[in-house]
């Protein structure tokens, strides 16, 4: 079982850096001294793949935000689904879930095939301030959190460790439902039609 911990480094002042990541191993229980606990984010143990553990490793080494708590927690929480074969679900697409019933590995799909699919699953930016929502497309409620933004940081770590994530497996069809682009184009079709009809009758 492994679990992450955010450690502190005490300076001479007692501030503390949060951004250390240590990969421990549970034996029985881990206490922390109630006047302390404000300081140390939940412990999180999970069961996982190898891969998991390790890219969480290289994320929590990367400079900036990319290595903050939030976007490990996110990261973590889809990885973790996508390496279980439970899927990623989402509101906006509900009873499809991403990947549902495969168990992602970096070592033997094709993750940029995949971060392209999830384009296609939920639109991962806003509606454009200037022509609005687009016409049968689904969004992400999240703005690419629900599982774009992970594969992207995903597609990196595998650069970063020389991972050929291009020449694996594809997986064809990561979700049940329509595909994006199909969406769009039916609505606009069905648009044009409308257009087309309404021409006629005058």
């Known amino acids: 079982m492994i679990v992450y911990v955010a450690t502190q480094i005490w300076g001479a002042d007692k501030s ?16 922390c001294p109630v006047k302390h606990r404000q300081h140390f984010p939940a412990l999180v143990a999970h069961m996982s793949a190898p891969w998991v553990d390790n890219a969480l490793e290289w994320l929590a080494q990367q400079p900036g935000r990319t290595s903050g708590k939030q976007n490990v927690n996110a990261c973590q929480r889809v990885w973790l689904k996508l390496a279980s074969g439970k899927g990623v679900s989402s509101p906006n697409r509900p009873g499809d879930n991403f990947c549902d019933g495969v168990c992602v590995d970096p070592n033997v799909h094709n993750i940029t095939h995949l971060y392209s699919q999830s384009r296609e699953w939920l639109h991962p930016n806003k509606p454009s301030v200037v022509t609005g929502r687009v016409k049968g497309r689904i969004y992400d409620s999240g703005r690419g959190w629900g599982v774009n933004t992970q594969l992207m940081h995903l597609q990196r770590y595998c650069k970063d460790s020389e991972i050929d994530c291009k020449s694996k497996i594809f997986i064809a069809k990561p979700f ?22 309404q021409s006629r009758t005058r």
Request: proline letters at 3%; charged letters at 30%.
């Open 16 to 31: 503390a850096d949060f951004g250390v990541f240590k990969r421990s191993r549970i034996a029985k229980s881990c206490f």
């Open 176 to 197: 049940k439902g329509d595909p994006n682009s199909l969406l769009t184009k039916r609505a606009s079709d069905n648009a044009t039609e409308w257009l087309t009809q």
